[in-house]
């Protein structure tokens, strides 16, 4: 029964999986078949290059298949207008979302897997190194979309963002601009980061439970407010 259900998808997948290798890979890559695409209809225009940077193969790169039953089967809605670069075995689970705006660049390292429910903006830089597991409902994020001002001047308002190898983010984080994740480290279920944890490999990293209130000089000029990624 269960290779039955395993043919039935990939039946279902090979036509948006043919047209999307072979509209967005040179010819030797595409005729492969690597990107296997389930429920592909929720793709978005893709201006943006897709790269594979590793020994290509069949079904090495799988996007959208429903790996959680408990989260829509909606495939994965993908809108790159800047570089994905996939260095081996990838699998993005349903309902994931993945955005790269036209000066952003996303590396998947090879082993990399979300389960579901990823959101993933990339607007500048964001590298996953190699066996990275990420739990249900991420959203990771290296732009503040808009810019805030205070007493010193306009802030940058994006920045990098690093994955070292073999770590895993657990359940519903969210991980923000200019952060560094050492590898084999865990990242705790809810955990909010938005610097680079002072931390070393083989690290468990959370956040507890107090709540802070923040007063100070900082707002959003609503006239003033847009990014500059060439910065």
Known sequence: MVSIIKIWK????????LIFNFKYLPFAQARKLPIIVFRGKVFRNNPGRFVINAPVHFNMIQLGDRLVSVYPDTGV?????????FRGRIAIGNDSFISVGESGKLILGNGFRATTSLKLICYHYIEFEKDVLVGWNNMIVDTDFHSVTTENGKSKGFGPIFVGHDTWIGNSCKIY??????????????TVIR???????????????????RRENVFRDKNNDTIDYTV
């Open 77 to 85: 809605v993908l809108e790159n207008k800047g570089v994905i670069e």
């Open 195 to 213: 610097k680079i944890p002072d931390c070393q490999p083989f690290s468990l990293l959370t956040n507890d439970t107090k709540t802070v209130v």
């Open 177 to 190: 601009k200019n952060v560094t994740i050492p590898h084999s480290c865990i990242v705790g279920a809810d």
């Open 10 to 17: 990939f039946a279902k997948a090979f036509i948006p999986s």
